[in-house]
Structures are given as C-alpha cells and as structure tokens.
C-alpha cells in the first residue's frame, strides 16, 4: 500500500505542472491572436491622399537676393541741459514731432523771479550812469564813479542774458523732424543733465544693410542705385543708394552693404523691419521652379515623387540652384509632370494616389 501511495503522488508531482504549462501555453496563444486582430494592418492597395501640383516653365531670377533690414537714418535720445523738476510732457509715445517743436517744460519760476530782480537792478544801474554821466560833464563828480556804474551795468545785462539762456533750456525741444518711440520719464519727475527723457526716431530717410559674400561685392557700385523692398509691403517699390561697401568681414566671411532709403509719404517702412534688395540679370530665364521641401535625399540623389496614371513615380533630378526655399531643376522634370507636394507620410513608389488638390 505504501508503495502504491508513493508511486500516484510522484504521477500527480509530474502531471499537475504539465497542466499547468499547457494551459499557459494555450493562454499565450489565444492572446497573440487577440493581439494580431487588434494591430492595424496597412491596406497598399488603397490609395493615398496628397497634394499635388503641375510643373510649368517659371521666370528664373538670375542673380541673387540678399536679405537685410532697415534702421532709421537718424535716432536721438533727448536730455535736458539744465535740472529741474518736469512741469509737463507736451509730446505721447508715437506722436510725430517737428524741428524746434516743445517736447518737455521744466519748472523756471525761480529763474524768472532772479530776472524780475536782475531787470530792477538794470533799470537803477541806467540811471546811475545815465545820473554819473552828466555829473561828470558838469565836473560835479569824479570820472571813475561813472566807469563803476557802466561796468555794473554791463555786468547787470550778462547775468540778464544768462537767466534768460537758462530758462530758454528750460523748454526742451526736437532737434529734427521725428517720431517719439521712447518715453523714459513723466510729469513730476526730474531731469538732470545726461539722463534721457525722450527718445526721438527719424524714418523719413533710413539705412538698410544686408551681408553679401566676397564672391559678390563686385555686384555693387556706391552711389549706384538697387532696388530694395520690404517684406510686408513686396508690392511698394523702393530705390537705395549704396553708401557704405564693408571693408571687414564678419564671423561669417560676408561684408557689410549699406543703402540709404527715402521712407515713403505715409511713413509705411518702420525701423526694424526686414527686406530684400534684388541684383537682375540682363536677360530673363524660364525654367521648372519647384518647393524644396518636396525633394528627397536617397543614397546622395535629388528625388521627388510624380504622379503617372494614378500611381506614385519615383523621379531622380538635378537641381541647379535654390532660391529662399525653391529649387531650380535642371534635369529630370518636364512641364506637365505632376508633382507631388505634400502628404509623403506611407508614401511609396508605385502607390496608388488619390489628389487632394491640383494646382
């Protein structure tokens, strides 16, 4: 009987864990296929969604653009000569201001009351030598009493004319047609020498600078006149005259151009903003211009993806040139070929396509 029980406990010893491997096995098994009707599975033979465009022969600047902005020709913050305490701002941020135009009044009461007394002391002074004069004529008194009176008046008119100097600085005023773009202190605070108050902007004339690479300063001339637009307004057309070709590289090996721009009537070009001035060609050139993002890079080649009888086409090209961010094709690309633009995201050669939108 022992040995019967020993031989079904070492059966159940060995049986139970293979039970137990078996239903895990089968429990792995039935989530793999779970898991395999879960993952998406790609249908290739659906088409895909993009954008497309139809090449054409497009005008090719031949040239260059090159990139700048513009900064006012004359830019000043204004400071009082004299301290005092701020009466009034006559001027707000933004507002258009004129040569000799009031900006800011300083207080100068105690100035005019120094020149109320200094006029009184004047008036006594003539006529102390007015008095001196015909006294020393009739010989009633000596000659020197009437040199100390004129020199006191002489004296009494300098301190007159430097209150009146003073409190004419007491009116602080534009020094050049302007706009106020900085408004650093208010009624109620002080002004003192050096510290600045106002800051007034002229874009009536401005400069603008782009970098040019040394391979391409031959292309300007000073005092020869380009034509230079701002990115915001492409459609005014401004002119500027070169007036300072860099003699020093920057850290990019390009030089410094700078032109000078007449603002327009409306003042429409603000300091800051950027632009572009565009070096012609002599003759206009037509070729197939296309978005450089639409280009590939496969083992060193140029590729794009066309569109032929409703698949995609894998095309290799040659680009000659970039403009901003358009490529010129040389080689690979006819007019009439469709272009795919956008929507390269499972895109493959040989796939169906279906376009969103054909240019």
């Known amino acids: 009987m022992k040995t019967k029980s020993n031989i079904a406990g070492m059966i159940l010893y060995i049986i139970v864990p293979l039970i137990i491997i078996a239903v895990i096995i089968l429990r792995l098994n039935s989530n793999k296929e779970i898991t395999k009707q879960k993952v998406y599975h790609y249908n290739k033979e659906q088409a895909i969604t993009v954008q497309a465009d139809t090449l054409r022969l497009e005008n090719i600047i031949d040239g260059n653009i090159y990139t ?70 009739a010989d009633a008194v000596q000659g020197v009493q009437l040199e100390k009176a004129a020199l006191g008046l002489k004296a009494a008119r300098v301190q007159k004319e430097t209150l009146e100097e003073q ?61 230079i637009s701002a990115d915001v307004y492409p459609d005014i057309s401004l002119s500027g005259k070169v007036l300072m070709i860099g003699s020093k590289a920057n850290a990019g090996n390009s030089f410094p151009v700078q032109f000078q721009v007449k603002n327009t009537k409306n003042l429409d070009i603000k300091s800051g903003m950027f632009g572009k001035v565009n070096i012609k060609g002599k003759e206009p050139l037509k070729g197939i211009i296309i978005p450089s993002s639409a280009i590939m890079e496969e083992g060193g080649k140029a590729q794009v993806y066309l569109i032929k009888s409703g698949k995609a086409v894998l095309q290799n090209i040659e680009v000659s040139k970039a403009i901003e961010n358009k490529s010129v094709i040389s080689a690979g690309l006819q007019p009439g070929d469709i272009l795919v633009t956008n929507g390269f995201i499972n895109l493959y050669d040989g796939a169906n396509i279906a376009i969103e939108n054909d240019h």
């Open 68 to 137: 700048g902005n513009f900064e006012p020709e004359r830019e000043s913050k204004i400071s009082a000569e004299v301290p005092g305490k701020i009466n009034s701002v006559l001027v707000d941020l933004g507002s258009y201001v004129t040569r000799g135009q009031a900006l800011i009044q300083l207080d100068n009461s105690l100035l005019k009351l120094q020149l109320q007394a200094t006029e009184v002391q004047l008036e006594g002074l003539q006529d102390d030598v007015n008095r001196y004069t015909v006294l020393t004529q």
């Open 167 to 227: 409190i004419s600085k007491t009116s602080i005023k534009a020094p050049f047609n302007g706009i106020v773009t900085a408004k650093l202190n208010d009624e109620g605070g002080f002004a003192a020498p050096g510290v600045p108050l106002l800051q007034i902007t002229d874009i009536a004339l401005l400069k603008f600078t782009v970098y040019v690479p040394e391979n391409d300063l031959h292309r300007f001339h000073l005092n020869q006149q380009y034509d």
